[in-house]
């Protein structure tokens, strides 16, 4: 049992970021949901895409340099703090 506790914990943090599917979820929301204009939810999607991407390279050369778990801390606050 512990094993697969470490196993979720070194992983939780890193699968959390780099997938698109979330972003897809949230054009499906608008489009539907808000009924926004699907070019604008297009357009709004693809232009969070494009800025969020370049940002893991940045945070990961980041972590490079100081310490994974002080960017994985301020990441998790970070959320705490919007929710």
Do not use: H
């Not at 489009?31 to 895409?49: D, F, H, S």
Request: proline content about 6%; some cysteine; aromatic content about 10%.
């Amino acid at each position: 049992m512990f094993v697969v506790l470490c196993r979720l914990g070194l992983t939780a943090g890193p699968d959390r970021g780099w997938s698109p599917i979330p972003e897809f979820d949230a054009l499906f929301y608008r489009q539907t949901i808000l009924k926004v204009n699907p070019q604008t939810a297009n357009i709004v999607t693809t232009v969070r895409l494009v800025l969020g991407r370049p940002a893991l390279v940045l945070f990961g050369a980041l972590s490079e340099k100081i310490s994974r778990k002080k960017i994985m801390l301020a990441g998790s606050w970070f959320a705490g703090a919007a929710v």
